[in-house]
Every structure is written in C-alpha cells, then in structure tokens.
C-alpha cells in the first residue's frame, strides 16, 4: 500500500492507495508515531511519498514516517516526474502544484489541460499536447479577504457565504461580492482566453473551494478533491524502482 502526504499551508491532507486505487484519505494536523503505526497495523504501508510546503516540523514527519519504511519520497523539483514540463525557475515551484498536473494528467491524457486549485492561494497550471507549460499564482478567497481586513483600519474580517448578490448593499456584501465575484470573473477570464487558444481544453478544480467556484462558474469544469493525492501516487508509482 501506497501512503501519499500533501502537506499544504493550512492543512495536511494524506490518502492510502492501492495501487492506483484511493482506498482511503482523511485530514489531520500532523502525522505523529502512533498515528502512522495505527496506518500501518490497517493498511501495511510499503512506500511513502511527500509533499510540503511547510518547513516547520518536517524533519520530524520524516522521522515519524521511517518508523514504518525507508521508501519515502520527499518530493522535489529534481524528483523524476511522469511528464514533461517547462519552467525557468524549477526549483521554486510548489510541489502541490507538480502533484496536481501529475494528477490531471493521469487522469485525462488526451487533452489539453487547465488546472485550478483553490485553497489559501489559488494557482493555474496549463499542460498542452502532455506538456506542463508553466502557470498562474494569485490570491485565494481567505487570503483577499484576510487582506481587506490587515491593510486598512476598519473594513472587518469575513469569510465567503454562497448568497452574494453582484453588487453589495453594504460593506459587508460589498467586501464579499468584490472577493467572491472577482476572483469568479479572473478563473472564467482565463478559462475563456485558454480555450480560443486550445480548443481541446478540459478545465480541472481542485482545493478547498473548488465546490464553492464550481457552482458559480458557467464555463464546463470537472471537479476533483483528491487530485494532488493522485498526482503524488503515480509519482510515487513512477519512481518505485528508485526508492
């Protein structure tokens, strides 16, 4: 059994396949000894791979994780990985974002892809004739609205609520419909600008507001919750006579 990690900014998100089959995912803040031995005693782990975004404590996760094998991963941007892609600066790119073009692109190997994951940022990857040809970074829901909040001395904290009309009758609509609406706008902008160019174009949404974004974008969109765990599980797959 294949244990993958995606350890991201907010949470850590880790999936148990067999082969390349999801048997299992859950959510944890971090993956101590006794937590992994209960993984292993269920599932009997025999290789692991992991990607995070976050230094603090990751030496330790490395130790807790060889408890139960030494075939573990750390992915990088010098990792072997099952696709071809450009990028000038390599070894700054995310790694989640490495995992979700492997995902998508295991998952639809025949189409052009864009690739969104909404989560505390939300990022864009395209891929065109099964090459990752580089990507977009910009702010996430939480992040805009954290931002309205810090940068100025009275406009509060909120989150997102799905009932927002288009243009806000108070601050505190006026603070959603601005977050919510434009960040709306900028994914079906660059969904259509994509799509004149590439006309096999499959949209992919992944993270913790893809549903959110899903329902309120009127271009076709396929959702998937568990693509960065997919795209790190066929790494792992891709790499398992190295490890």
């Known amino acids: 059994m294949n244990l993958v990690i995606d350890r991201g900014n907010t949470q850590l998100k880790f999936g148990i396949f067999d082969q390349c089959k999801l048997i299992h995912s859950d959510l944890s803040d971090f993956l101590d000894k006794k937590t992994i031995k209960q993984l292993n005693d269920r599932f009997h782990i025999t290789q692991i791979i992991i990607s995070s975004v976050v230094k603090e404590r990751h030496e330790e996760l490395v130790t807790n994780l060889k408890t139960v094998t030494s075939a573990i991963i750390d992915l990088s941007h010098t990792t072997p990985l099952p696709f071809e892609w450009q990028y000038n600066s390599k070894e700054t790119i995310g790694k989640d974002r490495l995992a979700a073009v492997a995902g998508a692109i295991s998952l639809y190997p025949d189409n052009d892809l864009l690739i969104i994951d909404a989560g505390t940022a939300i990022t864009y990857e395209l891929v065109s004739d099964g090459i990752y040809r580089g990507g977009n970074i910009s702010p996430g829901l939480s992040m805009r609205f954290k931002a309205l909040h810090h940068f100025t001395s009275r406009l509060p904290h909120l989150s997102k609520e799905a009932n927002t009309p288009l243009v806000g009758s108070s601050t505190h609509e006026a603070i959603r419909a601005g977050v919510q609406h434009g960040l709306t706008f ?40 568990n693509l960065v765990l997919i795209g790190l599980n066929r790494i792992l797959e891709h790499n398992a006579q190295y490890i």
């Not at 799509?195 to 174009?201: D, E, N």
């Not at 992944?206 to 974004?213: P, Q």
């Open 186 to 225: 900028e994914i079906e902008g660059l969904i259509q600008a994509l799509s004149s160019q590439y006309k096999r174009l499959k949209t992919i949404i992944t993270g913790g507001d893809a549903e959110f974004f899903a329902r309120k974008l009127k271009n076709p969109i396929f959702v998937h919750p």
